[in-house]
């Protein structure tokens, strides 16, 4: 094995998994979920485009993986290591990946994004190292693992989802190069963002709640 995917399963053993175990448990959060169907999400803003590069090399752009499906969209980058940031996204996600393998309505009607926001270091070939975690359940709803061509390009993004990314002073950081918020978008079919998940409220089952919420949405018949 290449030494650089050896060293990306290292990271994903020590720093993502255990996020997934936390995702999987329902912990830290201890509260009532709202019964989905319930509740409505309101439109927040349409979801932004730009030009993005998928695992085999392909130029696409972003609003075809943000569209005709529910779509949770993670933005990470690789040599994070802070299990409060891109670790326990990539735990969330991981999660929802893996409930949507059980589920038919899921894994037709749900997708999965995340997209780096450090281009120079997550090229398409180190981000196919992270596609081995969609490897593990073939049946379950796409994970998709973009980088851009550079920062030029990437920058338009960042700006229109408020995805704020600053390069630290110390380059030595053990947490990462890079300071960032944690965000992961939830996208309805039609482009539009109806959640934006914080450090304080990304929780997989309540992001579960959301998804089945715009599914029964997209049932319910026109007024």
Not at 20 to 42: C, K, Q, V
Not at 201 to 221: G, H, K, Q, T, Y
Request: proline share 8%.
């Amino acid at each position: 094995m290449p030494m650089k995917l050896l060293l990306l399963f290292t990271w994903i053993a020590a720093v993502a998994l255990p996020w997934m175990a936390e995702a999987n448990s329902g912990l830290p959060y201890d509260y009532p979920l709202p019964e989905p169907g319930t509740y409505a999400l309101p439109v927040i803003q349409d979801a932004a485009d730009g030009e993005v590069i998928a695992t085999d090399g392909r130029r696409l752009p972003l609003r075809s993986l943000t569209r005709d499906r529910v779509t949770v969209l993670s933005f990470i980058y690789t040599r994070c290591t802070s299990a409060r940031a891109c670790p326990r996204a990539t735990g969330v996600l991981a999660r929802l990946h893996e409930w949507s393998a059980g589920d038919r309505d899921l894994a037709s009607g749900v997708r999965l994004v995340s997209l780096s926001f450090d281009p120079q270091v997550d090229t398409p070939d180190r981000m196919a190292g992270y596609a081995a975690l969609a490897r593990s359940h073939p049946k379950a709803a796409p994970w998709h693992f973009l980088t851009t061509a550079s920062r030029e390009q990437l920058a338009p993004i960042l700006r229109d989802y408020g995805q704020a990314v600053d390069r630290k002073e110390d380059p030595r950081d053990p947490e990462g190069t890079l300071h960032h918020a944690l965000r992961v978008f939830l996208v309805d079919r039609e482009g539009r963002v109806r959640n934006i998940y914080n450090s304080s409220n990304l929780d997989a089952r309540l992001v579960m709640a959301d998804i089945r919420s715009l599914l029964l949405e997209e049932r319910a018949p026109n007024p």
